[in-house]
């Protein structure tokens, strides 16, 4: 099936660094969304992007909808403690109607670095 | 949190008994998604419905059955359990909206076939 791949697999984190992530697909994407999940609880939205090029901001989290509409970037500026998950990010392709064609990329498990 | 829940939390059974999952919304929303969690696979599509008695496959379907009698329930089952299909199970909603509407989910239901 159709794939996105996310990076990095895994990252650590002190608290203060900026830390960023990317979704690429060789296909093109309409929507993009953002998600964190913590342990035991389900995947939380972020942020949507609906518009290629647009960049949106939820607080310290930023991202952007690739020009080409095959990619993303997720940005959180002055990571903190509470900021340790992992991020999902999913593409849809067409507008409207059900989600059913939305495919999530495998995730970015953010940590606290040792 | 968009008013989602999942029962039962956490199941255990043995292979090849029946098993199903409910999941209910108090959003009133027209489509509802069933999600398995998996390592090194992230989320993927079982079901999804998009009304009442109205529902499609994903791309993960073989092994599972869904009905939705009523909006705000969704019902997962699978007819004779399996190891393979020990997972974490998500249930999502989205809204009918203008252009895309995100998906939401619900803390998911942790299933253990032994």
């Known amino acids: 099936g159709q794939q996105l791949n996310q990076s990095p697999q895994s990252m650590f984190i002190q608290e203060g660094e900026d830390v960023s992530m990317n979704c690429t697909s060789s296909s093109i994407f309409n929507t993009w969304l953002w998600y964190k999940q913590d342990p035991g609880e389900g995947p939380v939205l972020l942020i949507a992007?609906?518009?290629?090029?647009e960049l949106t901001s939820n607080g310290r989290l930023t991202a952007q909808f690739g020009i080409t509409r095959k990619d993303s970037f997720l940005n959180i500026s002055a990571s903190i403690p509470s900021d340790v998950g992992i991020y999902f990010c999913?593409?849809?392709?067409?507008?409207?109607?059900?989600?059913?064609?939305?495919?999530f990329g495998k995730g970015t498990k953010l940590s606290v670095k040792p | 949190d968009a008013g989602i829940t999942q029962s039962p939390r956490h199941k255990v059974t043995e292979t090849g008994t029946p098993v199903t999952l409910r999941c209910h919304q108090t959003e009133n929303h027209r489509y509802m998604y069933w999600y398995r969690q998996d390592p090194g696979h992230g989320l993927r599509l079982i079901h999804y419905s998009y009304g009442v008695k109205d529902t499609d496959k994903g791309e993960v379907s073989d092994g599972y059955s869904v009905s939705r009698s009523k909006t705000e329930d969704f019902l997962l089952t699978l007819e004779s359990a399996t190891s393979s299909q020990t997972s974490v199970y998500f249930c999502?909603?989205?809204?009918?909206?203008?252009?895309?509407?995100?998906?939401?989910f619900g803390n998911g239901t942790r299933l253990t076939v032994t």
């Open positions: 992007l609906y518009k290629a090029g």
């Open positions: 999913a593409g849809q392709k067409n507008y409207g109607g059900s989600q059913g064609n939305l495919i």
């Open positions: 999502a909603i989205s809204g009918r909206g203008q252009g895309s509407s995100p998906l939401h």
